[in-house]
Structure formats: structure tokens, C-alpha cells
């Protein structure tokens, strides 16, 4: 199968956890207001959230008074319309600036974080470039372990410490191996920290200034890996981890295994920061850039 196809399998719960719904109850029916408010919940249901949402029914409302919105074709082309408006351009990942164009990924444990890293690793030594990748997560000696591996199977260098020491110290040494090495890009792992933690919160804080303080201005992006089947409280953790670093991108793994894939809207109209990966399975190439258009494509396919 191609990637679309891929694709198109992993959102197969999103799709009848949501245009399956819209295509029951719309079909052969008048698009009145009973059927609008009931269209309204299913988006809702479907964890796009509210906000995008209300911003999708404010648009398809109109419309049904212009006698635009007759049927359920129509109303399912609009729908397809205005979430591909609503989730705008692509935003890959783009290396720039001084060596090392560093990373810091983040999120809660069992997002995929891990496999994530080493995934994107791969994928840039595919590109040519040169990779180092840290064990941050100082907390769980299997959180070094695991990144030891994809490091070997990326074919990357790697910096650690022992289990235990300060995730501060690693990312600092990290960034100065990186340009001791003139690496291209450098991928900091951290622990798997309950957003709810303050002082987890705070030990990432203090991560992020020790990066700074080795190479001022990075990290470059800061990489908040979601796990899509926790649905709205994949949100929560987007609103906290940026409150505490300041996110610059989301990768949002376990698309495949999950009818929540309505996140995507409600992280976008939330919080405005660009998801930048989708992960649909396990290969190695299952971590794709996320493209918007098709995307929406593909779930309504």
C-alpha cells in the first residue's frame, strides 16, 4: 500500500466515529436546525472540540440559510472544506540556522516519545544529515536503553549519562558534543513527565535553559509528542507543556488505533501551534509530515 492508502486504513475509526455518523443521520433528512445541532455534537464527540467546532457549524449555519447546505453531499463537502481551511498550510520540520539545529522532544510517558526520536532520526540520516541523539530521560534506565537502540539502528551518535544523574547536565553536554562534532542535528530525549507535576515541569525548564546556556537561541523546536487516543486530554497536555516551554510543534503518534483523530482540529484551533508529524504504525516510515489536505483526504475517503 501507498502512504495515502496507509493512511486512509489508520483514520478508518476516526472516519465512522465521524463522517459514518454525519452520513447516517444526514442522509435523506432536511438540513434544519435539529439536524445541524445533532451534526454539532458529532463534531464534538469526535473530540474536534468545541472551539473548532463552533467555528465549522458557524460557517455551515450560513450556508443552510443561503439553501447552500441542502444536503448531505453538500454539507460533506463543506465539512471537507472548512477543516482543510482550518488546519492551513504544512508545517514540516525545517533545519535551519547554526549547527546543531536541536530538538527537544517532550511529552508524558507512553506517547511513542522514544520511538518518535529515533524515527526522525532515521529519517534525517536518510536526508544525509548528521544525527546525535541525548538520553534525557535520566529517570528509567529502559529510557536510555531504548534510545541506545534506535541510535544504533538509525546509525547516530549518542550522549548519556548513568541513570539518575541531572537531565539538565546531559542536554548541555549534549550540545557541546554537537559542535565539537559538527553535527547537523541534535534530538534530546526527556523523561516521560506527567504534565499535572509541577516540579517535572520545572526540572524541563530548567533543561531548556541549560540548552540555551551551550548554544544560545536553541533549542530551535520544541517537539511535544501526543498520543492521539487519549483525545481531549492530549489538548490539556499541549496547554501545559507550552505554558511551562513553549511548544514549537506537535508529532501526534497512535493515529491508527484510535476514532479520536478529530484531536488534530482542536489542537490547531486551540492553541494555534502546527502539528508537524503524524504517526499511523509501527515501520519506521509510518512518521510522516503532516499534510493538512490530505489529511482530510483521507478521512473523509
Known sequence: MGFFDRLKDSLTKTRKSFVGKVESILTGRKIDEAALEELEEILIMSDVGTKAASEIMTV?????????????????????REMTEMLGDPHPIAIFGNKPFVILAVG????GKTTTIGKLASRFRSQGLSVLLAAGDTFRAAGIEQLEIWAQRADTQLVKHQ??????????DAVVAAQSRNIDVLIIDTAGRLHTKSNLMEELKKVRRSIDKAMPGAPQEILLVVDATTGQNALRQAESFNEAVGITGIALTKLDGTAKGGIIFAVKKGLGIPVRLIGIGERIDDLRDFEPKEFVEALFS
Open 60 to 80: 455551515i449555519r450560513e450556508k443552510a440559510r443561503k439553501g447552500e447546505a441542502k444536503d448531505v453531499d453538500s454539507v460533506r463537502d463543506l465539512l471537507k
Open 108 to 111: 508524558v510517558n507512553g506517547v
Open 163 to 172: 541513570k539518575g544523574s541531572d537531565p539538565a547536565a546531559v542536554a548541555f
